[in-house]
């Protein structure tokens, strides 16, 4: 079947795949521990899911503002003024289904056919994806030795006259790092030195370990705010990954464009969600996110505490953000394990889901050969049992 070039040119997300394949042999009644869960284990918080009943006995069945509800852009804008420190207003915030589409829609506004993206590597591979979908290019940024953070003379050493935008994705998918102020001052400046749009992705922008900060790069240096593109999403803070919710704010032009595409796409973030996102908006609920950040704290804890215990696996770095560990494992490949030959990463997570009965997220789905992003949104008993299993098939490695 003749199908279009840019469907063409992505294949379905890895992620997802990993997902899959363990939900399929738990169904067979395999007990699989799920490390690679891109979503927080929590129940959302019960005001939300009191205000998404509310609104569905209401009259909000229609059609809303293709941006979203005033009321939300509103209660959006505001919040996104308190959390960054850059004032934004209400025309300058679109209510997105998931920052998915919201970074969807920033690629189709800005790319041209041609244009060149900066993405971190390791990195989410829907950037990459959504960058050829509109037409353009994605050019890696590799961040394995500078820290899993973008350095300023390697995307300068890439920078061409085709380079339109960077992605910056802080705390990071998949590796947890942050990316320090001070560096992320040097980027903006950098950005705005050369007339470079900022994708910046603070999905888990709430999800900051003690110890880092969490900065906009407008709030450091403040030319970069008609540069920024900012991606946010109630998804990780509030457990609510299946609502599709997430926003985009910007300079006006930009948001007007992303508005008129969004008008064409999904038309508006369904109804009862928006209204049941109010609360969340207006900060009424930001205990939530705080016992949130508690619980990955000791989880985070747990996990490193255990790891250090664990033959042939090490951390590439430990995270300060999101809920990822982000594992290298190449003292594994080119070996046996449990007597199955290990030439590389996809093998080893398929071969660790049946020896072991975890499900890890092979690097490769993040451009990254040699590495395994290990989840920590699950419960403390299952990451222990989890581990253990680990630990124990890691010892046959020969
Ligand atoms: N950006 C990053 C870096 C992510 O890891 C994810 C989800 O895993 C998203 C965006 C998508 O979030 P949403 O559920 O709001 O579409």
């Not at 920033?106 to 990459?128: E, K, R, S, Y």
């Not at 030195?193 to 790069?217: K, N, Q, S, T």
């Not at 990955?296 to 996990?303: G, K, S």
Request: charged share 20%; proline share 7%; hydrophobic share 45%.
């Amino acid at each position: 079947m003749r199908l279009a070039a840019r469907a063409n040119s992505v294949s379905g997300s890895k992620t997802s795949g990993t997902r899959n394949k363990a939900e399929a042999l738990r169904a067979q009644g395999v007990e699989i521990v799920n490390f690679a869960a891109g979503e927080l284990d929590f129940a959302p918080p019960g005001e939300m899911v009191r205000a998404l009943h509310a609104a569905a006995d209401a009259d909000t069945h229609r059609y809303t503002d293709t941006a979203g509800l005033p009321a939300l852009r509103e209660a959006l804008a505001e919040r996104i003024t308190q959390l960054s420190g850059v004032p934004y207003a209400a025309q300058e915030v679109v209510v997105t289904t998931g920052a998915k589409h919201g970074l969807h829609l920033a690629a189709l506004a800005l790319l041209d056919p041609g244009d060149q993206a900066l993405v971190p590597n390791p990195g989410w591979g829907t950037f990459a994806a959504q960058i050829r979908i509109a037409g353009g290019e994605p050019v890696p940024v590799e961040t394995s030795d500078t820290g899993f953070v973008p350095d300023v003379d390697r995307l300068e050493a890439l920078r061409t006259p085709r380079t339109r935008l960077l992605v910056l994705n802080t705390p990071n998918n998949p590796t947890g790092s942050v990316c320090p102020p001070e560096q992320l001052a040097r980027i903006a400046a950098w950005a705005v030195a050369h007339r470079i749009w900022i994708v910046f992705d603070e999905c888990y922008g709430e999800l900051v370990l003690p110890g880092a900060a969490h900065a906009h790069p407008a709030a450091l240096v403040p030319e970069a705010r008609d540069l920024t593109v900012g991606i946010g999403s109630f998804s990780k803070s509030f457990a609510v990954t299946g609502w599709r919710a997430g926003h985009v704010h910007g300079p006006r032009a930009l948001i007007d464009t992303v508005k008129n595409l969004q008008s064409h796409t999904a038309s508006n973030v369904t109804s009862v969600v928006q209204h049941a996102l109010l609360p969340a908006a207006r900060g009424e609920l930001d205990g939530f996110p705080e016992q949130v950040r508690q619980v990955l704290a000791r989880r985070h804890r747990l996990v490193g505490e255990a790891l250090t215990t664990i033959d042939h696996i090490r951390p590439a770095t430990t995270p300060q953000g999101a809920f990822y560990y982000f594992l290298d494992v190449r003292d594994v490949l080119g070996r046996k394990l449990g007597g199955e030959p290990v030439p590389d990463t996809d093998t080893l997570t398929g071969v660790l889901m049946e020896q072991a009965r975890v499900a890890l997220t092979p690097g490769t789905a993040f451009g990254a050969e040699g590495f395994v992003r290990l989840s920590y949104a699950i419960a403390e008993d299952r990451i222990v049992a989890g581990l253990a299993s680990l630990r124990e098939v890691m010892t046959g490695v020969e």
